[in-house]
């Protein structure tokens, strides 16, 4: 399955390549959220596939009663979960508490007692399906890996706990910008976990 997936930044160019045909075979959209609605619903209503997002930093708190505060046509996959085509899909937005009252934002700790709220339908998935998740959508990185010292960039230990076992085979995530050290740590491999910063935009083809 083909998945064109977006992240952090508005990259202007992707009006015209989706409007050109250059994205026909993508037959899902995933956002691993600091993106603006519009652009969100824009691609979403042109390329007409389903769009996934989690919320990031940089984006409002949902808000069931205000559009502003949610993609419309697309699904908020924070804290939830689904299935797309043959594959179980879950997300978890937010990242790293680095201002008080940030928005989105999670302690250490807070962000293990959301991640375990997640327990139950993981627990689920791997007797019905045999397996608990195969993709995992965050903004924020795992601690340790694509993530960086600065307080606002440090990766999350409760995604790497999600990791450790949920074992999806791929895990795509944002908030952290290519430049300086990090310039070719994009995809890292963690026990049959493929690892996946697609800031600012990627399209990747996805196996069982
Ligand atoms: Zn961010």
Redesign the pocket.
């Known amino acids: 399955m083909k998945i064109l997936t977006i992240s952090?930044e508005v990259i202007e160019r992707l009006y015209s390549l989706c409007s050109n045909g250059h994205f026909d075979d993508v037959e899902l959209i995933i956002g691993c959220?600091?993106l603006p609605y519009p652009y969100l619903e824009h691609i979403v209503s042109t390329l007409n596939v389903p769009l996934l997002y989690v919320p990031?930093?940089?984006d409002p708190m949902y808000q069931e009663n205000d559009p502003k505060t949610y993609a419309e046509g697309g699904m908020n996959l924070d804290l939830n979960f689904t299935r797309v085509k043959t594959f179980l899909v879950g997300g978890f937005g937010g990242?790293v508490l680095y201002r008080p009252n940030g928005t989105n934002q999670y302690s250490q700790t807070s962000a293990y007692l959301r991640a375990f709220k997640m327990l139950p339908r993981l627990l689920l998935n791997r007797i019905q399906y045999g397996r608990a998740l195969d993709i995992l959508i965050t903004?924020s990185p795992p601690f340790g890996i694509h993530d960086e010292d600065t307080q606002a960039h440090q990766g999350l230990k409760a995604i790497n706990w999600l990791i450790r076992i949920a074992k999806p085979r791929y895990h795509f995530h944002?908030?952290v910008h290519f430049y300086r050290r990090n310039l070719d740590a994009s995809e890292t491999d963690v026990k049959g976990t493929k690892i996946i910063n697609v800031y600012p935009y990627k399209v990747l083809d996805v196996h069982h």
Do not use: I
């Open positions: 952090d959220g600091d990031g930093n940089h990242c903004h944002g908030h």
